[in-house]
């Protein structure tokens, strides 16, 4: 299904919502409705860890060859920032509601 959507991808020169290419592949493979509630978060997935393809936001994907690395390129250091910072407000709010809960 991956190399089928990569193949799909390379036929369009713009980026492709995801139940498109989905509703694509699922017809050029001839699903059955049961195979295709079975497939598609093993598809949605695998392009997902496949390197060739990429999310440009919004549920829409493309080629990675067609964009530059800096758009494309999730620092992982900023991803841990974010999430340390979530974690941090969710402490003082927990010790805040702690100090008036025993009022």
């Known amino acids: 299904m991956v190399d089928l959507a990569y193949q799909i991808m390379q036929e369009r020169t713009q980026p492709i919502d995801f139940y498109e290419l989905w509703s694509i592949i699922c017809e050029k493979k001839q699903f059955t409705e049961e195979e ?4 598609e978060s093993n ?5 997902t860890l496949d390197g060739r393809m990429i999310t440009t936001g919004e549920n829409r994907w493309d080629l990675r060859v067609r964009h530059k690395f800096e758009d494309v ?10 999430e340390e910072a979530s974690d941090e407000d969710d402490q003082d709010d927990s ?5 008036y809960s025993d009022d």
Request: net charge negative.
């Open 36 to 39: 295709i509630d079975e497939n």
């Open 43 to 47: 598809f949605y997935t695998n392009i």
């Open 73 to 82: 390129h999730i620092d992982m250091n900023d991803i841990y920032s974010e």
């Open 95 to 99: 010790v805040i509601e702690d100090k």
